[in-house]
Structure formats: structure tokens, C-alpha cells
């Protein structure tokens, strides 16, 4: 009983309840922060050690897997056309595949694969990165599809459209924020997730020039002092919208100091504890309180430092703030102060384009060569274990029922033996 109350407080205190136990609904997991309260996970592993079925993939994605009950969400790319799979959790099996959109297109690491799905437990929303945004339940049925490009215009973003939809309540927050290949303003959407259709549609101006309007982020869901608030990183700032009108309740400015026309923003921001915490490309990421009205930009700023991430969104647990930047340098931070607990130290060699994930009092996070690190949480570095599998991986690890979830270029692996709750 005591362990129930505590995983209700901490749902309840970064505002996300998970649907079930062990899900991962969505692309930073059951409180939208990258952080789960499973224990005693798996440390160890290879590609044929310590693994309860892989299956065999046909391309790399960005895209996370999603977990559900007895289900596995994909977004799969496979030649020139998006699928979603569901899986069969417990053998690796397929159940059933619909085709989502033609079109698929890559450039370099991207294709438009890369949105992750979102599940409330009865149904899954996906979307492409042609603009294609649908509802299916959990026996394939498709309930509704919106054509957002045909809606509101061609996405204008240099590398292609990348952001996973944030699902709160009955709403999908999706975020346009583009102006590389467009002179058509950044917008963000609320869509109804029975109905499909926009509740509100609301621009985001900014002044960023060349390449820095662009954003690959996915918005992080704010609650404090029974306010709840939508924030979005991209165009050089970070701004704070009311869920219910889409109107911008504060910005800060900050995250381009310089005015550099390639500051495009990929690492997304992250919340907890009433920080708000909003990465750039490395220099600098800003930590501001939440609360603000207005202009926010040094009246709610707490700290910033110059040894941000690039693309992997980092994670906290409201004491220490955990980054990994594209070389595999990691840093540990004061959550609250910004101090430097530890770092730089070096993990893995390699690029790192997923995102750690924080768990069992450990921090896992994959390189672009497939190569895990496992090292310890808290104020004290200490590498755990480097599992190497030598598959080309961009996708961030997913955990649940005792499981952790990984996808490569060549497979979806179940890692470690589920444990029921």
C-alpha cells in the first residue's frame, strides 16, 4: 500500500497519471519526463543474452516504442511507405499493420517515421512526418485521419517533420514550428482525440531567422498550483500556452544569444517540480520557475549553463539534472541551483542521438552504434555496464513490467523477463 501511495504522489505531483503500471504511453513515458518508477531492471544483456524475443525491423526511426496493457505501438517506415504495428507484447509477434502514408522520405538520420504514437489505453494516435495524423482502437480499426499538411499548409522544416503529439486529456497538442523552407508562420494545434477536429489552432511568432525557426521538439505538459500549461521550445524561446484557448501565457527569450541563423532546437523540454527546463543547441539551456506571466525571461530565470544537449532531451528527478550531449559527455546538475555535481565525464564513445531514460536508480542511454550505457544515478558517477549491440540506433529506450524495450535498425528487442503486477 505504501508503494502505491507513493507512485500516485509522484503521477500526480508532474501531473501525469499512467494508464496502467507498467505502460509507456507515450514517447518520454508514463509521466512525460523520461522517468519510471520500475525496479530491478536489467543491467546486462547482448543480443542474444538476457533478451525474451526480438523482432526483426525493416529501417532505423527516431520513433519510440509505445506500451500498452498487452500491446506494442510502432511507427515504422518500410520503403516508401508508414505503418503502424501493434505487437503482441509478451511473444514479439505481430497482430496487425495499417499503412498510414505514402511519400516517405530521408534525410540522413531522418525519415518520417520518427513521431512516436500515443496511447490513452483504448485507442492510439499517430502521426506521420507527411502530416498524416490518425486514431485507431486496439483492434485496427481506424476511427479518424487528418491530412495536416493539406490542412494548413506544407511543413517547411529543413530535416522534416519530427515531433511526437503530447496527449493530455482529450486533447493532442501538435506542434508546426518551421520557417527554413516556409515563410508560413509556426503554429501549435489542440485536436479533439475522438473527433479528430482542431479545437484551436494558434500561431507562434518569432523573430528567429535562416534555420532557427525549426523545431523537432515535443511540448511538456506543466501543472502547479492547479494550473495546467502546454510548453513549447523553438524560434529561440520558450513559451507557456493555456490548454484550453492555445493563448501564450508567458515567453522567455534566451535560447539564442547570438542570433545564430542554424540554431534549429531537436532536445525537447522537460518539467518537473515546477522547473521548467528548455535545452537549445547546447548553449545555452535555460531553467526557469514556473509561475510567470508575461515576459519571463530574467524575472523566472533560476539558472542556465553552456553544457547543454544537442539532440538527446536530458532527464531529472527534481534533485539532479542529468545531461548527455551528443559525444557522450554527461554532466550531473544541482536540479534546483544549476551547481555542477559532476562532469564532464565520458561514457560511451559515439553519437548519441536518443535519450536518456531514468529509472531503478539508473540512467540508461543508447548511442548511435547501439551501445547502452547503464551508470548510476545520483550524485556520484559510476558506469554500471556498456551492452553492445552493434545495430544503428536513434530510438530512446522504453521500459515496462520490468522490461526494457529497444529498437535498432534491425530489430524491436524485449530485454530482461516481464514481471506482472
Not at 260 to 265: D, E, Q, V
Request: aromatic share 10%.
Amino acid at each position: 500500500m505504501r508503494v502505491k501511495i507513493l507512485l500516485i504522489l509522484l503521477a500526480v505531483s508532474v501531473g501525469v497519471v499512467p494508464t496502467s503500471g507498467g505502460d509507456w504511453p507515450q514517447w518520454r513515458g508514463p509521466h512525460l519526463n523520461g522517468t519510471s518508477q520500475e525496479t530491478d531492471l536489467p543491467v546486462t544483456w547482448t543480443t542474444t543474452e538476457n533478451i525474451a524475443w526480438k523482432l526483426a525491423m525493416p529501417a532505423w526511426t527516431g520513433a519510440t516504442p509505445i506500451i500498452s496493457g498487452e500491446h506494442i505501438f510502432l511507427n515504422v517506415a518500410d520503403g516508401d511507405h508508414i505503418y503502424l504495428w501493434t505487437v503482441d507484447r509478451n511473444t514479439g509477434k505481430p497482430i496487425w499493420q495499417r499503412r498510414l502514408s505514402d511519400g516517405n522520405v530521408k534525410r540522413r538520420k531522418q525519415n518520417m517515421s520518427s513521431p512516436s504514437p500515443v496511447t490513452d489505453g483504448e485507442y492510439v494516435w499517430v502521426m506521420t512526418g507527411t502530416g498524416i495524423l490518425t486514431q485507431f482502437d486496439f483492434d485496427g480499426n481506424e476511427g479518424w485521419t487528418r491530412d495536416i499538411q493539406a490542412d494548413y499548409g506544407s511543413f517547411g522544416l529543413n530535416w522534416g517533420y519530427a515531433s511526437s503529439p503530447l496527449l493530455y486529456e482529450d486533447g493532442l497538442y501538435v506542434p508546426v514550428l518551421h520557417g527554413m523552407r516556409t515563410d508560413d508562420p509556426s503554429y501549435i494545434l489542440r485536436v479533439d482525440t475522438a473527433t479528430g477536429e482542431t479545437v484551436w489552432r494558434v500561431e507562434r511568432p518569432t523573430n528567429a531567422r535562416r534555420e532557427s525557426p525549426d523545431a523537432y521538439i515535443t511540448p511538456a505538459l506543466l501543472q502547479y498550483n492547479g494550473t495546467t500549461e502546454i510548453v513549447t521550445t523553438g524560434g529561440d524561446v520558450v513559451t507557456g500556452h493555456d490548454p484550453e484557448t492555445g493563448r501564450e501565457l508567458w515567453r522567455a527569450d534566451g535560447l539564442n544569444p547570438r542570433n545564430n541563423g542554424a540554431y534549429r532546437i531537436v532536445a525537447s523540454p522537460v518539467v518537473m517540480d515546477g522547473m521548467i527546463y528548455a535545452p537549445t543547441r547546447e548553449r545555452p539551456l535555460l531553467a526557469l520557475r514556473a509561475g510567470g506571466r508575461g515576459d519571463v525571461t530574467t524575472s523566472h530565470l533560476a539558472w542556465s549553463t553552456r553544457n547543454g544537449p544537442d539532440v538527446p532531451t536530458p532527464v531529472t528527478d527534481g534533485t539532479y539534472f542529468y545531461i548527455v550531449n551528443d559525444r557522450g559527455i554527461v554532466f550531473c546538475l544541482d536540479a534546483k541551483t544549476g551547481e555542477t555535481i559532476y562532469g564532464p565525464k565520458r561514457i560511451t564513445p559515439g553519437t548519441y542521438s536518443s535519450s536518456p531514460v531514468l529509472a531503478d536508480g539508473k540512467i540508461y542511454v543508447t548511442n548511435e552504434d547501439g551501445t547502452t550505457t547503464v551508470y548510476k544515478a545520483g550524485p556520484e558517477f559510476k558506469i554500471l555496464a556498456e551492452n553492445v549491440m552493434d545495430e544503428y540506433t536513434l530510438s530512446s529506450v522504453a521500459i515496462s513490467d520490468g522490461q526494457l524495450f529497444l529498437r535498432t535498425d534491425s530489430f524491436l528487442y524485449a530485454v530482461g523477463q516481464r514481471r506482472r503486477h
